[in-house]
């Protein structure tokens, strides 16, 4: 079985969730390893084909956010959402949150609210307290992300 759960096509490798590349280097690679961690996030969508082979673009929305693997649900999210994701190839590590942030993520701003309030205030101080807004900001750090 593949990691959705579904018989691979004729020729494929069966794969499991540590042969999907889903580790975020500092540089926001996305690369194998064995680690595990507490620290997970997103891209906005499937970052991997069926098959477990990498999609060419590294992002399906701006929106990339973080969060501690900690129990905690959104009302959007439950544990067996997560783990569906997690199934789907959505779902990226993170060796920590320093490394999190320097790939270009920022905190989620449902799970990780507290660290998301704090993420604001520094935000608005590095741009002078005009954008508060998570969509804007996104886009902004998407800008940044590319250059």
């Not at 999907?20 to 507490?38: K, L, N, Q, Y």
């Not at 399906?60 to 956010?65: A, K, L």
Request: proline content about 5%; some cysteine; overall charge neutral.
């Amino acid at each position: 079985m593949d990691h959705k759960g579904t018989k691979p096509a004729a020729g494929q490798p069966e794969l499991g969730h540590s042969d999907i590349p889903r580790c975020v280097a500092p540089d926001g690679s996305i690369v194998h390893s064995g680690m595990s961690s507490v620290w997970v996030g997103g891209r906005g969508g499937p970052l991997h084909r069926g098959n477990g082979s990498p999609r060419a673009q590294r992002w399906v929305t701006e929106n990339w956010t973080y969060s501690q693997q900690d129990g905690t649900q959104s009302t959007n999210e439950t544990e067996a959402g997560k783990t569906e994701r997690f199934a789907r190839g959505s779902a990226l590590i993170f060796l920590d949150e320093v490394t999190a942030l320097a790939a270009g993520h920022r905190p989620c701003d449902v799970q990780q609210s507290k660290e998301a309030k704090r993420f604001l205030e520094c935000w608005s101080v590095k741009d002078e307290g005009h954008s508060k807004d998570w969509a804007q900001i996104d886009l902004i750090l998407h800008r940044e992300r590319l250059s």
